[in-house]
């Protein structure tokens, strides 16, 4: 079984996050393996961003979320490592400014969405309009409830215009954010990652749960999937996204398009 199908998500309606172990790491063969078997995909995806470019026919979105703490920096250099900066945008999403604030939720990502031949990577996402917001209430129930839907529709939109999307909700334990946390504030050159916030946040635990585990039954569709990467292990959430990476473009059969012209036909003095 490959790591899409291993991963995949089979009865979205009744998913429990408490059901995936963020220690496990399925369908890997050990951590020496794993990094052999990641710099191999990091090397494939390179030729595949290649192909896709050069057939410009879809794009690719990949959407990164996690607690604090929960890696996603880390997996965005592993996976934005071997491509060419050319044809890859990451784009991380902060509290919205006062201009964002004042259009719908949807108007900041449908502008970093990747042009066509293009890979994305989004650093939190339109998500967190209804992981943060619904966890501090910054709008009433009534507002982010109704997004799950309005995210469904912006990403069968997206998905109409030939736009892949691939979901990941690096999920770690309570217990590896503690020691991350702690491992920042021991070490100096480590300072400047933490806030006093997270710990703050860090109080919400259950709250964030609840919201992740309610933003993927409602909005893990096939065409839009969502997957949970146990991410205790840093080698095996890298290992995991990048073999969902390359299986998915793979899986396109991206052919170099044909010329227009005939190339034997041209001669150059
Ligand atoms: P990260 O934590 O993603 O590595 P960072 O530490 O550089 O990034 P932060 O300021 O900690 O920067 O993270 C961005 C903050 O913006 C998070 O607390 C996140 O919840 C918040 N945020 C993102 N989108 C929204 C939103 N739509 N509404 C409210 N807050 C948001
Ligand atoms: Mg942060």
Request: hydrophobic share 40%; glycine share 4%; charged share 30%.
């Amino acid at each position: 079984m490959n790591f899409t199908e291993t991963l995949s998500i089979r009865k979205p309606a009744s998913f429990r996050l408490e059901a995936v172990d963020p220690d496990s790491t399925p369908g890997a063969k050990g951590k020496e393996q794993a990094r052999t078997r990641i710099e191999k995909n990091a090397a494939a995806i390179d030729e595949l961003q290649y192909r896709l470019f050069a057939e410009n026919q879809r794009s690719l979105l990949i959407v990164l979320q996690a607690i604090d703490a929960g890696g996603k920096d880390g997996a965005i250099r592993t996976l934005s490592g071997g491509m060419n900066p050319q044809g890859c945008t990451v784009t991380s999403f902060k509290k919205p400014s006062e201009v964002e604030l004042d259009h719908d939720f949807l108007w900041r990502v449908h502008q970093a969405v990747p042009r066509r031949g293009e890979i994305g990577i989004w650093n939190r996402s339109h998500y967190e309009d209804v992981l943060v917001v619904r966890v501090h209430e910054l709008v009433p129930k009534s507002v982010w409830s109704a997004r799950y839907e309005q995210i469904n529709r912006f990403e069968a939109n997206l998905v109409a215009a030939d736009v892949h999307i691939l979901k990941f909700l690096l999920h770690i334990s309570r217990d590896e954010q503690k020691e991350r946390f702690q491992a920042r504030l021991d070490d100096p050159e480590k300072h400047w990652k933490f806030s006093p916030a997270d710990v703050e946040e860090r109080k919400h635990w259950d709250a964030y749960m609840k919201a992740f585990e309610a933003a993927i039954r409602k909005c893990h569709t096939a065409d839009a999937p969502w997957f949970v990467i146990p991410a205790n292990k840093k080698w095996y959430r890298d290992l995991a996204i990048t073999e969902i990476v390359r299986e998915t473009m793979e899986s396109w059969k991206m052919q170099y398009p044909k010329p227009s012209f005939d190339p034997k036909s041209i001669r150059i003095e």
